[in-house]
């Protein structure tokens, strides 16, 4: 369930629950009465649950978007196609050695990506 499923799960179950208390104060049952405030309490939390939920995911962008993690991608990229040539080399492997030459290229890339989206605050 998404964060925004919840909040308005939260806001009817917040109406619902304030207006069985009303009607329990109009009918004279304490019963309707604290139904209802459970339910708006339960209202209540499903909110924060959808706030908490959002900001979860506002952040999970941010860093799966974020300069470090291309940073981060562009080593790793580098460090593989590095094998992959020294494998490539010592096998006699031409193909190999060159896969291991573009993805340190597409690493070295990704990194410089990565520099840009922090210089511009991402």
Not at 4 to 20: L, Y
Not at 30 to 40: K, T, Y
Not at 92 to 101: I, V, Y
Request: glycine share 16%; no cysteine; proline share 1%.
């Amino acid at each position: 369930m998404s964060g925004t499923t919840d909040k308005i799960r939260g806001m009817a179950n917040e109406a619902m629950g304030s207006i069985k208390q009303g009607v329990g104060k109009v009918i004279g049952s304490r019963d309707l009465q604290a139904d209802g405030f459970v339910q708006e309490r339960k209202g209540e939390a499903q909110q924060i649950m959808g706030d908490a939920k959002n900001k979860i995911d506002a952040a999970r962008d941010d860093v799966s978007s974020s300069g470090t993690m291309d940073k981060v991608k562009g080593y790793a990229n580098q460090a593989a196609g590095t094998v992959k040539e020294k494998v490539g080399q010592a096998v006699g492997n031409p193909g190999l050695e060159a896969e291991g030459l573009a993805q340190q290229a597409e690493g070295e890339a990704q990194k410089t990506v990565g520099d840009v989206k922090k210089a511009v605050g991402r």
